[in-house]
Every structure is written in C-alpha cells, then in structure tokens.
Antibody, heavy 126, light 110 residues
Framework: QVQLQESGPGLVKTSQTLSLTCTVSGGSISGGSYCWNWVRQPAGKGLEWIGRIYTTGSSNYNPSLKSRVSISIDTSKNQFSLNLSSVTAADTAVYYC??????????????????WGQGTLVTVSS | QSVLTQPPSVSAAPGQKVTISCSGSSSNIGKNYVSWYRQFPGTAPKLLIYDNNKRPSGIPDRLSGSKSGTSATLGITGLQTGDEADYYCGTWDSSLSAYVFGSGTKVTVL
C-alpha cells in the first residue's frame, strides 16, 4: 500500500526557510483522484492544514500562511515538497504529509486524508 | 481558534458509548463532507470516517459518523481502553478555500 515519509532538517534558524520533502512509495504520485497535502501540529495543540498540490501543479494554501508557503511536486521522483519562509518560533511543530482523496458532488466537497506520513519535528530557533 | 468546535474531552466507562460533536457553519460542515481522525500520542492521525458516515476498510462498526445541518457527530460504542486518544473532525471550508480541522477531543476510558 501507499506510504509517505517526510524528510528534512529538524532545526531551522529564525527568519530562514523551512524545507521538507515527502517521498511517496508503494504507488505513483500521479495516479487517481488524489492531491498531496501538508499538515502541522505544534506540541500539545491541534492539527493545522498548510496546503495541497495536485499532480497538475495547481496548489491551494491556508490563507493564514499563504504569503510564506510554497508547495511543489516532482512526479519523476514521486515526491512533493514544502517551503515555509521567514519562520519564527511559532512555526515549531510536527509536520505531516498526507495523501487526500478528493471529489465533488451535489452534497459538496469530499476530502479525506489517508495515509499520513509518520511526521517530522521541526524546531525553529535562533 | 478552530473553525470547527469540539468538546475538549469526553469520558465513559468500558463498554459504554461516547459521542463527539463537531460544530461548524454553513460554509464548511453545512456544505461539504466531514471526515474523522484518531491520533494516539506521538503518532500520526488515522482516518476513521469519511464522507460523513463511511468507514474505511479495517475500521470496526463500533465507530459511526453522522451529520445534520452544520454539525457532525462521531459515536464510539463498546468503549475500550484502546480507544483512548485524541479525535479530530475535518472538512473543506468553501468560504476560506481551506481545509479546516476541529479543535480536537480527548477520549478517556474511566
């Protein structure tokens, strides 16, 4: 079955750019009605959606992060990546990548996250 | 402040039933499908319910989901100690053009 694995630096300096990559294995990143997402979770807090990218390259971002976020996809490597610029301590969190199955019908948008990567802790410090 | 509101905690004795509410608005739950996730400490969330009331393969029928208007509910019957975890609802918000998660609910088995 499809598995996702995050990778990247665990420590980023304040004001610099956080960069993470999610590698998809067990299936093609290009197949099916899926989009590829990033979610983060500060310690002891809830889940926050960061954004998503489709295999077409089209992307959507959380309005609260939009000015600092960029998500890209490399179908040849079966990977997608997250860049978050001008980070502060508030960006310290566990970052998850996840596949989302999406569809739309008369009852609205359907988006469900499955599977998820194991998560990677990123600490922002000066 | 989460767009979707969940009770911080619910609890019940083993074998009993708990319900977790997820309250939203006409731009999110009232307009789109809801999914539910369970998260054990130190691990990634896991999908429990999608499209309001559908269970993925491997999820027992002790878990159920429903939606009415701008609220959704997750029910867990036959509560087990292994159900102790944090639970999150989520849906697309058509006004924000963003996916939103609930504030999370901790389930405790007494």
């Amino acid at each position: 079955q499809v598995q996702l694995q995050e990778s990247g630096p665990g420590l980023v300096k304040t004001s610099q750019t956080l960069s993470l990559t999610c590698t998809v294995s067990g299936g093609s990143i290009s197949g099916g009605s899926y989009c590829w997402n990033w979610v983060r979770q500060p310690a002891g807090k809830g889940l926050e959606w960061i954004g998503r990218i489709y295999t077409t390259g089209s992307s959507n971002y959380n309005p609260s992060l939009k000015s600092r976020v960029s998500i890209s996809i490399d179908t040849s490597k079966n990977q997608f990546s997250l860049n978050l610029s001008s980070v502060t301590a508030a960006d310290t969190a566990v970052y998850y990548c996840a596949r989302v199955r999406y569809s739309y019908d008369s009852s609205g948008y359907s988006n469900w996250f499955d599977p998820w990567g194991q998560g990677t802790l990123v600490t922002v410090s000066s | 402040q989460s767009v979707l509101t969940q009770p911080p905690s619910v609890s019940a004795a083993p074998g009993q039933k708990v319900t977790i509410s997820c309250s939203g608005s006409s731009s999110n739950i009232g307009k789109n499908y809801v999914s539910w996730y369970r998260q054990f400490p130190g691990t990634a969330p896991k999908l429990l319910i999608y499209d309001n009331n559908k269970r993925p393969s491997g999820i027992p029928d002790r878990l159920s989901g429903s939606k009415s208007g701008t609220s959704a509910t997750l029910g867990i019957t036959g509560l087990q100690t292994g159900d102790e975890a944090d639970y999150y609802c989520g849906t697309w918000d058509s006004s924000l053009s963003a996916y939103v998660f609930g504030s999370g609910t901790k389930v405790t088995v007494l």
